[in-house]
């Protein structure tokens, strides 16, 4: 699976994007995903998750009520609609996915195997 991320930007506090994850290959229904996000000098941290087929979705508490993760299966996609934003979400937002993720799991990188290469969101104040 090859991951491809997108939609990210310049926006003023407050403000929204949609992001995008356009995945490759087959089956991708069966696939869990997850978007992550780094600033410059700290660690990457999870923002929230989508589980395969049935699709629970998953968010830190950081971005709860803020953000919208979903998919479109038929499109090989999952969004992540970001609302409010503030400054302090500023950060390469990546995107990543996993055919073989339990849900305790999802907040992990490292239990996922595949990885877009990131989208730059800046919020400025």
């Known amino acids: 699976v090859q991951l491809q991320a997108s939609g990210g930007g310049l926006v003023q506090a407050g403000g929204s994007l949609r992001l995008s994850c356009a995945a490759s290959g087959r089956d991708f229904r069966s696939y869990s995903v997850g978007w992550f996000r780094q600033a410059l000098g700290k660690e990457r941290q999870f923002v929230a998750a989508i589980k395969s087929n049935g699709g629970r979705t998953y968010y830190a508490d950081s971005v709860k009520g803020r953000y919208t993760i979903s998919r479109d299966n038929a499109k090989n996609t999952v969004y992540l609609q970001v609302n409010s934003l503030k400054p302090e979400d500023t950060a390469v937002y990546y995107c990543?996915?996993?055919?073989?993720?339990?849900?305790?799991?999802?907040?992990?990188?490292?239990?996922?195997?595949?990885w877009g290469q990131g989208t730059l969101v800046t919020v400025s104040s």
């Open positions: 990543a996915a996993s055919s073989r993720i339990i849900t305790s799991s999802l907040g992990m990188a490292d239990q996922y195997y595949y």
